[in-house]
């Protein structure tokens, strides 16, 4: 499959669908310390980072209780293995969805029964082009490109080709988030709890 023809076979998966067409926001969260924030946020889809493999057994359930969709950032938690059997450990706790650049996570998140979210970090044409051979053969189901300024720079071909996609970093502002889904995201991550609360009925117009 070529990476041009790739949005056409990944359609977004209708929990995600839900999800961002009442708030477009995935919350980036950080470690223990922002998790009562989102938990009683309007967002419910959040990548869980920086959260050590020995508190992920209490965190993901307790998550999953709250009604919220949890990615948990497998590059990020310390202690975690980069292998199938942390995805299966991650699968059994409750977790909807894996995030990482590598690969090979990718492939073998979805034949668990994982949606997967691919991390591309683009910052020049030849590393855009490698993002993209590789986003073709994983097939994620979301794509999360970072940083979000560079997304207004990409052309419409190569944005369809890494589709459906979150748009993450330096996303600060409502304004921000408007930014990305004019450009074709389905939604914007953020760190900022203030941005969890962001309905789509509210966001500002784009200019």
Sequence with gaps: ??????????????????????VPVVASVVGVSPLRQFLTAPATVCILASVAVGKLPQVVPALG?????????????????QDRGALEFLKNMGAAGVVSTRLSLIERGRPLGLLTMQKVFVTDRSNLSR??????????????????????????????????HVAAGFVRTPEDVSAALGHGAVAAASSDPRLWELRRDDLPPLH
Excluded at 1 to 22: E, G, I, N
Excluded at 65 to 81: C, E, Q, Y
Excluded at 133 to 153: F, K, T
Aim: hydrophobic share 40%.
């Design 65 to 81: 209780r709250a009604g919220k969709t949890v990615f948990v950032n497998v590059d990020s938690s310390p202690g975690l293995a």
């Design 131 to 164: 993002n993209l051979d590789s986003v073709a053969r994983g097939l994620p189901d979301l794509v999360e490109i970072m940083p979000a300024p560079i997304v207004p720079h990409m052309t419409s071909e190569s944005l369809r080709a890494l589709s459906p």
């Design 1 to 22: 499959m070529t990476p041009q023809h790739r949005h056409s076979a990944v359609t977004l998966d209708r929990r995600l669908s839900a999800a961002f067409a009442k």
